[in-house]
């Protein structure tokens, strides 16, 4: 399939992002306003500005709205509180809908806060995040699982984002993690794009989309010895993609390997959320009727776009196809 039909037709394509769905805050301090605190002698740290926008599988939803996709909603847990607030707000702003996020008081909203010095623009202050390291409240998981159950049908691709590193606390459980396997294998047809941290080898019957460190710990957690192949066929028989940033991805079909490349891009400006905007362009160009290799194809170029942007950038469809315009046939 040409280029230019494939992304004409990413404008009638439904995609719902399921999982983990953040705030990231970009909060710029000025080091000359470091004097102490009165009452404690600790040095304090000056926010002059702060930027916000949505991060984990918000990202990914960002990025399938600026690729053209015609509606995008987001599914997820986020707290009754101020973050979750200016969550919904940056979420509006981009056109997404967060009718189907679910707000409880029992936890708080997934928040990433980056400290950036605003005279260098380098973040060079530890992180601080606002994360739960337990269980997702029950009534909370219900009503996500019902929500899931009763709206899927209504969209042309799923993709997850299980971004937890904690061993609860994520809102892909268990439970919700069964549903979505079950949806993905009694239809085939439709396109579930999984990217997790620490699970990928639990997903059935989806097009598993790790990166090299995650599929080598789920090899290594499931058989003691890397093997994509095995990995590929424990999870199902849809293509499995190892992403591999500035290699591209490895492809893992019937067909054996393949490796994907991107274009030249030059030295990356800020490497946060390229496997997001590679999760978007290859669920949007495989429910597009891509190929597995130009789908993979797209999540690369889509993924070398926003490397070249500070932040959590997002690729349009015009970078995309002047990005591929710069490429020889081979890499194609």
């Known amino acids: 399939m040409k280029w230019s039909p494939l992304l004409k037709k990413f404008r009638k394509l439904r995609v719902l992002v399921v999982g983990d769905v953040c705030l990231d805050r970009w909060c710029r301090y000025d080091p000359d306003a470091a004097e102490p605190s009165r009452e404690t002698g600790i040095p304090r740290t000056g926010i002059v500005e702060t ?7 918000g990202t990914v939803a960002n990025n399938l709205s600026s690729l053209g996709a015609a509606r995008v909603a987001v599914m997820g847990a986020i707290g009754q509180d101020g973050f979750g607030f200016e969550l919904e ?145 424990e999870i199902g028989a849809k293509p499995l993609v190892v992403t591999q940033g500035e290699d591209g991805a490895l492809l893992i079909t019937d067909d054996g390997a393949t490796h994907v490349s991107g274009p030249e891009t030059g030295e990356a400006i800020d490497v946060c959320g390229a496997g997001d905007a590679f999760a978007a362009g290859m669920a949007l160009a495989t429910a597009a009727g891509a190929e597995p290799a130009q789908a993979v194809q797209l999540g690369v170029v889509a993924a070398g776009i926003t490397v070249m942007k500070p932040g959590t950038g997002t690729a349009t469809p015009e970078e995309v196809l002047a990005a591929i315009d710069t490429m020889s046939h081979d890499e194609l």
Request: proline share 5%; with cysteine; glycine share 6%.
């Open 51 to 57: 930027i916000v926008t949505p991060g984990a599988g």
């Open 89 to 233: 707000r940056a979420l509006t702003h981009r056109r997404i809908d967060y009718s189907l996020l679910v707000a409880t008081p029992e936890i708080q909203t997934f928040t990433y806060t980056k400290v950036i010095n605003s005279e260098t623009g380098i973040e060079d202050k530890a992180r601080v995040d606002f994360i739960n390291n337990g269980p997702l409240p029950s009534d909370a998981e219900d009503q996500l699982i019902a929500q899931f159950s009763s709206v899927y049908e209504d969209f042309d691709a799923i993709v997850v984002s299980d971004q937890a590193e904690t061993d609860e606390g994520g809102v892909v459980t268990t439970a919700l993690r069964e549903v979505i396997n079950d949806v993905a294998e009694r239809r085939p047809e439709m396109p579930v794009v999984v990217d997790s941290r620490r699970r990928i080898g639990y997903f059935r019957g989806v097009i598993a989309k790790p990166n090299q460190d995650e599929a080598d710990a789920a090899c290594q957690s499931l058989f003691g010895q890397k093997d994509y192949e095995r990995l590929r066929q």
